[in-house]
């Protein structure tokens, strides 16, 4: 990993560039948080530049903003508006999919989790269908989600499973909160998150308890033409799919089977099978909605403790102290923790291997601190 | 000219790749490919092209190219893919999906 920290670029200092980011003309503000943005460039502090570019809403708690986009199968972002926030559905069906899957992933975040949209402020959320041609696939940018029609032959459109849709907004959540690096353990826990919450904003709009669900990620994606129950199984990570053409399912449900790899960032979407299935036998451990007492372990973990560079061990064992927090030292919820990572060959309390951090210098930080004063913290 | 590529990641997180060997195409596929390779600036392009705001549940490209004694390899993420390329890519992507 690169930790290159650029030399100080502090001749006028960050404070200064904060008043006129906050009392400039506007093109003397885009100048000042450039500057600062510039000069703070670790990693965390670009969802801060990123938050500059947004908007901001005054944000009423529990008030929703959608809009949902067509890119015509073209690449341009946003593209067209077709239903914005309130209005009655579209006759596009993936437009009210986009809408509707946007909604639950928003209610459940405010609803049990207290947290008002991705930023916890009341971002927008912005989605784009229709985008390119016979794409398989859907994304976040930083910015919104995206999603393709699937090219109707292995793969229907993206907006068809609601789980993909909460993946998508979870990467939001995860952008504005722990940040973990989209690379090797920390990037396959960013997309366990995702999976995590898409799957528990599934579970809660069927109303389904841990021991119901079915844990799996995609089911609605794949066409009759694939030999496949769904992209990924939280249960039992591996069997999802095995396919002549898609080829098999690569996940492994446990650290023995860790998959070493260049590609996929480090495999992201495939590691993320261990943490998933930690995660799915804790939460039927402890039983009853995953969202309540799993979900919100969890979601307090990586809000409040995980950092840009957190491992599964760490997870693990910040999880784990996260469960005592909540629910108290010994009890059987924290026990489930440490039961849904023993499973996968992880035990809670073990010393995880140091992880490089960026290590800001005077005047980074002094940038940083700028930013957050300016945009406020998680 | 032997072209090795290999697209990973993406939502299904799915692997698809090719490996051709240009002189073993029609005439017509293995001149427009190549022309492809010309116009991208392939030998010029550094080894890892990513964008700083990538995102989540993008494609990633690895492309190795290797001709009359030299050979290089290009990582590209699908939210910074240089215009020059995106044709090549996209070509080579059709490539791959097509049964063999």
Known sequence: ?378 | MKIDFVRSGGFAGLRLSVNVDIQTLPADQSAALAKLIRDSGFFNLPAQIKSPYGGADRFEYRLTISDAGRSHSVTVGEAAMPESLRPLIERLTEMAKSPR
């Open chain 1, 1 to 378: 990993m690169n930790n290159h920290i650029d030399p100080l670029q502090c001749i006028i200092p960050p404070h200064m560039l904060k008043n006129i980011a906050e009392k400039g003309s506007d093109a003397q503000k885009r100048a000042a948080l450039a500057s600062l943005s510039a000069s703070a460039r670790i990693r965390e502090q670009r969802t801060a530049f990123i938050r500059a570019m947004v908007i901001k809403v005054p944000a009423a708690i529990g008030v929703k903003h959608r809009s949902v986009y067509t890119a015509n199968n073209g690449t341009y972002l946003p593209g067209v508006l077709m239903r914005d926030e309130g209005a009655p559905p579209s006759a596009d069906v993936a437009v009210n999919e986009a809408y509707d899957g946007s909604g639950a992933t928003y209610d459940l975040y405010m609803d049990i989790y207290q947290r008002n949209s991705l930023d916890g402020n009341g971002l927008r959320l912005n989605s784009t269908v229709h985008y390119d041609k016979n794409y398989d696939n859907a994304f976040w940018n930083g910015q919104q989600m995206v999603y393709g029609d699937g090219d109707g032959q292995l793969f229907n459109r993206f907006t068809i499973s609601i789980d993909v849709i909460g993946h998508e907004l979870t990467h939001g959540v995860t952008q504005y909160t722990s940040n973990l690096d989209y690379n090797n353990q920390p990037g396959a826990l960013n997309e366990s998150f995702s999976d995590i919450f898409g799957s528990l904003v599934k579970q809660r709009k069927l109303g389904q308890t841990a021991d119901q669900a079915d844990w799996l990620i995609g089911a609605e994606l794949l066409t009759m033409n694939v030999r496949g129950v769904a992209l990924r199984s939280m249960k039992a990570p591996g069997t999802a799919y095995n396919d002549p053409v898609l080829g098999k399912d690569p996940q492994p449900a446990h650290m023995k089977d860790y998959v070493t790899t260049l590609e996929d960032n480090g495999g992201v979407h495939i590691n993320s099978g261990i943490p998933n299935h930690a995660f799915y036998v804790m939460a039927v451990e402890m039983g009853g909605f995953a969202w309540e007492k799993a979900g919100r372990i969890w979601y307090v973990a990586a809000r409040d403790k995980f950092n840009s560079g957190t491992n599964f061990q760490s997870a693990a064992n910040l999880t784990h102290q996260a469960a005592g927090e909540l629910y108290g030292a010994g009890s059987l919820e924290q026990m489930a923790v440490a039961k849904g990572w023993s499973e996968v060959g992880i035990t809670v309390g073990a010393q995880p291997e140091p992880q490089p951090q960026p290590q800001p210098n005077g005047c980074l930080a002094a940038s940083i601190a700028a930013l957050r004063a300016l945009f406020g913290g998680k």
